[in-house]
């Protein structure tokens, strides 16, 4: 009996420890149930991404930019994008699946907003549920 009465208040102290108030993380992760706190309570939103004739639809979380949403769609759907940072301006796209810009040809990647052409860089612009987001392949004007 004392032997049980020892496991027993073991088993409540720990017990105590695991499920301090708000955070049952811990054992979750000890009985192989992930939960991912950082997603919880986090608003999501959904764009895509159009490219030529293909469509990518993506969740993001809430406050995301274009340069989130092309890295998602990246991840989700093997879509490829590249260009260079510049400090103080932001990423500049100079690539889009395999298709380079090309200054000498006067073509370079340009995006729109809801068919409307972006004035912000892609790591400014925050998206919206439902944004539309074109890219397309074109002179500069």
């Not at 907003?113 to 912000?120: D, H, L, P, Q, S």
């Amino acid at each position: 009996m004392r032997k049980f009465l020892i496991i027993l208040v073991i088993a409540l102290s720990l017990s105590f420890v695991l499920f301090k108030e708000g955070d049952r993380t811990l054992l979750r992760q000890g009985f192989g149930v992930q939960a991912d706190r950082t997603q919880e309570n986090v608003p999501s939103i959904s764009a895509t991404l159009e490219v030529d004739d293909s469509r990518y639809e993506v969740s993001l979380s809430q406050g995301g930019n274009v340069y989130e949403l092309m890295a998602a769609a990246k991840d989700q759907y093997g879509f490829s994008f590249g260009g260079r940072e510049f400090p103080g301006i932001g990423f500049f796209v100079e690539e889009i699946n395999g298709l380079q810009q090309s200054p000498r040809a006067g073509k370079y990647w340009i995006y729109y907003i809801n068919g409307r052409k972006a004035e912000v860089g892609i790591s400014v612009y925050q998206l919206k549920t439902h944004d539309v987001i074109s890219w397309k392949y074109e002179d500069e004007k």
